[in-house]
């Protein structure tokens, strides 16, 4: 459900809602499904996100 109310659009228009953006920012430091959806598909979005706080195993995945 959470991804449905970050989430608009389809295809290559998918992208996060611009008023969620450091939300989900936030959520993909945790989440390493939303952080791989955000790379392919809304990556300025992850610029937001604290980087440095990504686990090293996710980092070099």
Do not use: N, S, T, Y
Not at 1 to 12: F, I, T, Y
Not at 20 to 44: K, W
């Amino acid at each position: 459900m959470l991804k449905e109310l970050l989430w608009v659009g389809g295809g290559w228009a998918r992208h996060i809602v611009p008023e969620h953006e450091e939300i989900a920012a936030r959520l993909a430091l945790g989440d390493e499904q939303l952080f791989d959806d955000l790379l392919a598909h809304d990556l300025p979005v992850l610029l937001l996100a604290d980087l440095q706080a990504v686990p090293a195993r996710q980092r070099h995945g």
